[in-house]
């Protein structure tokens, strides 16, 4: 059985087939995170049940350059049910009477497939069923029900072990908190993946600390990374009270998003996992600097003009 949102969901809540939204995840937590938030928000609007396709992490035939994901999002206290195969093949495969349906202009079996990264203003108006394929990231889909996401990606933060109390002691003790996400992994290792996304380089943080140096007297940098090793080298001589947190692996790495969440400046890297922590950073001064450029490919660069939230800084 589902866990219960108590904050948002009308009491009573009837379910039926027809009422279905399904949304096909993929990716890492970022990505997953982007794919439930816009699937909450439409299912919040039109009372409906939310189905997630979990086959992404189930498949054996994941492209052999693709880095290996799980399903991550049981780390909320989230509502749904796992789309089952007869959920989605009613999208797939549609009956004359649905066919019917869609060709008289009537509701029926959408399947929704997101062809650009551009916010689409006509998503949140659709009516269920419907089966959502894409990412979603845009913050235009979330403007109006930013106490819903905050409310329902709430991390269990009673399971934080000594080592990560701890750097939550810091980050919320000193002045000027400053989180630093710097991505690499497959994105330094793979050529392919390299062209496509892109890295936010050196000159970049630099760029970032100068711009807060030159508004606050202290920092206290927090480095979060996936080659800390790397970080360690390049940001060692930075005059700067340094803490570098390379401890939280695999089914843990949601306590990275945390601790950057609290943390009173947020400078990310072009990764939706970091996107995720300035957004549900709470401070309320809270400043956050974002690469002017999220994509390496020019194609996919041009459909980020609705990622970032304009009161974050790009450098």
């Known amino acids: 059985m589902p866990n219960k949102i108590k904050s948002f969901k009308t009491p009573g809540q009837i379910s039926t087939k027809k009422q279905n939204i399904i949304i096909k995840l993929s990716g890492g937590l970022g990505n997953q995170m982007f794919q439930f938030a816009v699937a909450q928000v439409l299912s919040y609007k039109t009372n409906s049940k939310l189905l997630l396709d979990k086959e992404f992490y189930k498949s054996t035939n994941m492209f052999s350059n693709h880095t290996v994901r799980e399903f991550e999002l049981d780390i909320f206290n989230l509502e749904y049910s796992e789309a089952q195969p007869e959920d989605i093949s009613r999208f797939l495969q549609l009956s004359f009477l649905d066919k019917l349906r869609k060709k008289l202009n009537l509701n029926y079996p959408e399947t929704y497939r997101e062809g650009k990264f551009y916010w689409d203003k006509n998503l949140l108006q659709r009516e269920p069923p419907i089966y959502l394929i894409g990412y979603f990231q845009s913050y235009k889909y979330f403007k109006d029900y930013d106490i819903l996401l905050k409310d329902i990606f709430k991390f269990p933060i009673e399971n934080l072990d000594d080592r990560n109390k701890e750097i939550m002691g810091k980050i919320l003790k000193k002045s000027n908190s400053v989180s630093i996400h710097v991505r690499r992994g497959d994105y330094a290792e793979d050529s392919v993946t390299r062209e496509y996304h892109g890295l936010c380089d050196k000159n970049y943080y630099l760029k970032a600390l100068d711009l807060l140096s030159k508004k606050h007297s202290d920092l206290n940098l927090f480095f979060f990374s996936d080659d800390i090793e790397w970080v360690k080298k390049e940001f060692k001589n930075l005059p700067f009270h340094k803490t570098f947190v390379n401890f939280n692996r695999g089914k843990n790495g949601w306590i990275d998003m945390l601790l950057m969440s609290n943390c009173q400046i947020n400078i990310i890297a072009n990764s939706s996992f970091s996107w995720w922590a300035a957004y549900l950073n709470i401070n ?32």
């Open 284 to 315: 309320i001064s809270k400043t956050v600097i974002a690469p002017k450029r999220w994509f390496a490919n020019n194609k996919k660069e041009k459909e980020t003009l609705d990622l970032i939230p304009p009161n974050w800084v790009r450098l």
